[in-house]
């Protein structure tokens, strides 16, 4: 689980069962490996994990839709959106795997960045390269905005900015700030164009086998969690912008509706290709949620 997060969680967890329930927490991979995560749950091994939405997508492909360009108008159009009817029942999509979908803990909004030039109109990315997390949806993105991707492990990106290998990247605020990667970039653009979230997974198994009371108090816990969460992941990015700002490494543009427009009209390709792959109703639902 996110190590800011989880304290709070396992306070509001043993303090609501009066002491019944212990919660043991495991940050930095000490349990298990990054990859071995989702297999140590699934054999209920460990009963929950917090991993990154795209890496459910081997499961339900539907879990694509946060990697779906400009869907989201804002952080609250994603909350409503994962809180509503459709990001339930993505979640409960889960449960044949043996999964059940508890919260949906958000990181934030990405942002473009690259080393080349201002990136104001789909015509600027012509020629670049950009890294990715994952395959698939983000190839496409990229090009239909006529650039190039690869996709490199978290850890390599720093390096493979340094030294050429891509142009550039897209990330959170936040994670563009720890990272130092404006060390190694010299635009940004505040895009808000896709997210970068997790869900907060339990073992159906474990579950079942709690009373109704029992349910009733992790369900509540993990509801003051969630909101701790999502405020801690707001004051995180709004307080590392302002840090990339304060630098002056970086030369930053802020898109603007029409530009939002123009962007959305040239990824229309991505649409047509996953909006049925993903489901339609759920993207017609995140493009309704405001």
């Not at 809180?83 to 795997?97: I, Y």
């Not at 990247?169 to 060390?183: G, L, R, W």
């Not at 970039?185 to 970068?196: D, E, N």
Request: charged share 25%; glycine share 8%.
């Amino acid at each position: 689980m996110v190590a800011e997060t989880t304290p709070k969680g396992q306070a509001a967890v043993e303090q609501k069962s009066g002491g019944k329930m212990e919660v043991q927490v495991f940050p930095s991979s000490q349990l298990c490996g990054d990859k071995k995560e989702l297999e140590a749950l699934q054999a209920n091994n460990v009963q929950f994990i917090a991993p990154s939405v795209t890496k459910l997508v081997g499961f339900v492909p539907a879990f694509q839709l946060v990697d779906m360009p400009f869907l989201f108008s804002s952080d609250q159009a994603a909350y409503n959106f994962y809180d509503g009817p459709a990001g339930q029942k993505l979640m409960k999509s889960l449960e044949p795997k043996g999964m059940l979908g508890m919260a949906w803990w958000p990181n934030g909004a990405k942002h473009f960045t690259n080393s080349k030039r201002p990136l104001k109109t789909p015509a600027d990315f012509k020629g670049l390269k950009f890294r990715t997390q994952s395959g698939g949806l983000l190839d496409a993105q990229f090009r239909a905005l006529g650039a190039g991707s690869q996709t490199l492990a978290f850890a390599e990106v720093y390096q493979a900015l340094q030294n050429g290998t891509v142009d550039g990247q897209e990330n959170t605020f936040n994670n563009i700030d720890t990272q130092k990667y404006v060390e190694v970039q010299k635009y940004l653009t505040v895009s808000g164009h896709g997210r970068l979230d997790y869900v907060v997974l339990t073992n159906t198994k474990f579950w079942n086998s709690l009373t109704p009371e029992q349910q009733q108090i992790i369900n509540d816990a993990m509801k003051e969690a969630t909101a701790f969460e999502r405020k801690l992941a707001e004051e995180l990015n709004a307080k590392s912008f302002e840090r990339i700002k304060a630098s002056g490494k970086v030369e930053i543009y802020e898109l603007t509706e029409t530009d939002r427009a123009a962007f959305i009209k040239a990824l229309e390709p991505v649409y047509a290709e996953y909006t049925d792959k993903i489901g339609k109703e759920y993207v017609e639902a995140a493009r309704a949620s405001k």
